[in-house]
């Protein structure tokens, strides 16, 4: 007796030339896979530039360049747009990313036009990046509400260092915005109607087979 797929990995797939209809079904594995691969280099890339906009803005300070009422709205905000530019453009990378066992694709939600591909344009990857942001801050609210504030409770009642206290807050509201980003992921974006288009899942043959059509059609001729 076959066993039935995990949900933390991809169905197996035995057609040797899938269609467009035969798309893979979302599940955690998938979204997990998705979110780190926008997860950490948005993190990572964040965290580079925002050090890196904290030493220009000394040296501007410093240096008697710009005043202290003019740096201190991009030293408080600096690091937030930063994060959003970049969480942008990281979007747009995978949303046309070949994954190991599936690559991310958009197709068309209208009824008469389901197996059309669509491709990752400016707007439609606006779309999905504002999905992501938005409900990542309605979430990381409710957090903020829930979580972070009794904590700050429990750890005021042991009196850490402030130092200690820095970084728990830090290390908690970092762990709080990733689990609430893979969640969004699989819950609000993979398979959902999002204006004209979807995001869905088709297996990789697809991907290698179209490469090897495309690589073995003969050049037109002029």
């Given at each position: 007796?076959?066993?039935?797929?995990?949900?933390?990995?991809?169905?197996?797939?035995?057609?040797?030339?899938?269609?467009?209809?035969?798309?893979?079904?979302?599940?955690?594995?998938?979204?997990l896979r998705i979110w780190w691969a926008y997860y950490w280099p948005t993190t990572l890339i964040t965290f580079i530039l925002s050090y890196l906009l904290g030493l220009a803005i000394r040296a501007l300070y410093e240096n008697f360049v710009a005043s202290a009422n003019l740096l201190l709205p991009i030293?408080?905000?600096?690091?937030?747009?930063?994060?959003?530019?970049?969480?942008?453009?990281?979007?747009?990378?995978?949303?046309?990313?070949?994954?190991?066992?599936?690559?991310?694709?958009?197709?068309?939600?209208?009824?008469?036009?389901?197996?059309?591909?669509?491709?990752?344009?400016?707007?439609?990857?606006l779309r999905v990046w504002w999905i992501l942001t938005w409900c990542t801050v309605l979430y990381g609210l409710?957090?903020?509400?829930?979580?972070?504030?009794?904590?700050?409770?429990?750890?005021?009642?042991?009196?850490?260092?402030?130092?200690?206290?820095?970084l728990f807050f830090l290390l908690l509201g970092t762990a709080l915005g990733g689990a609430f980003s893979l969640f969004i992921i699989y819950s609000n974006i993979l398979e959902e109607d999002i204006g004209d288009f979807r995001v869905a899942l088709s297996?990789?043959?697809?991907a290698e087979y179209e490469k090897k059509s495309l690589a073995s059609d003969p050049a037109p001729l002029g």
């Open positions: 007796m076959l066993n039935a797929p995990s949900i933390l990995e991809p169905p197996a797939r035995t057609s040797l030339v899938p269609g467009l209809d035969d798309h893979v079904q979302p599940n955690l594995g998938h979204a030293s408080k905000y600096g690091s937030y747009v930063i994060n959003y530019i970049v969480a942008f453009f990281v979007m747009r990378y995978v949303l046309g990313k070949t994954f190991r066992h599936f690559k991310l694709i958009l197709i068309s939600n209208a009824s008469d036009s389901s197996s059309q591909l669509l491709q990752p344009t400016f707007m439609r990857t409710l957090g903020l509400a829930f979580v972070l504030y009794p904590m700050q409770w429990f750890v005021g009642i042991f009196r850490p260092s402030p130092l200690f206290a820095s297996p990789r043959q697809i």
